[in-house]
């Protein structure tokens, strides 16, 4: 992490009041709670101390661990906390997803099972 970076720390009731403001923005619960749940993981991650170092570190780790929609998410997570913070210099960008169009299957359906073996 950045040595330098003694300004920017992630606390408790820093995600509260960004959960309230979601809230007070409609967002849904499901969503507040995914959001906050990114977050403190990543707080977990950098222990507290947020940069742009760390967040791309953050999200190698998700690329090996986790499928590309689920590393969006949690990403989208952060960057939209690192936005309420006026920390968007912190955002990572997501990942390109291939929609399942790209790929059609040769009988044209969306799954396709092998059923000779």
Known sequence: MDAGNTERQITEEQIR????????????????????RS???FSVWCQ????????LAWKAHL??????ASVNAMLAGINCFFKFQGWSDCAAKPLRLLSAAAFPSRNG?????NTSA
């Open 17 to 36: 009041r960004f959960a309230e403001n979601l809230k007070r923005q409609e967002y849904g619960a499901g969503t507040i709670e995914n959001y906050v």
């Open 39 to 41: 977050i403190r993981a």
């Open 48 to 55: 507290g101390l947020p940069d742009k170092a760390g967040v």
């Open 63 to 68: 690329i090996d661990c986790y499928a590309p």
């Open 109 to 113: 359906s969306r799954a396709e099972t």
